[in-house]
């Protein structure tokens, strides 16, 4: 799972290139430029549409968590859906609360 601000573990970045492997075993070209260069951006991404800011604050909005790969010689940007490379978008229970971080709940 990646951290709380979304950035992806070593752990995850292989799992989700042998991932990417498995699912384009002829390689993976760019439609764009037609290379295989690519690199995978470190954090998982939640794309979130306009007009719905309502939602977004009552926290029901349902999300996809996404990650990218860039192409280095165009530049175009892939996205995966990263839950099917095994990556669990923190949620407000698996995150770390301050008052957890700072020493607990009674601050010891």
Known sequence: MPDKLAKLSEREV????????????????????????????????????????????????????MIYLTCNVCTYVMQFGASRFGVDFPTEETVESPAKKIGGENGQ
């Open 14 to 65: 292989s799992a989700i290139t042998a991932g990417i492997k498995r699912s384009f075993p002829n390689g993976l070209k760019c439609p764009a430029c037609q290379h295989s260069d690519f690199d995978l951006e470190p954090f998982v991404f939640t794309p979130v549409g306009d007009g719905l800011e309502s939602l977004v604050l009552s926290g029901q909005l349902p999300t996809l968590p």
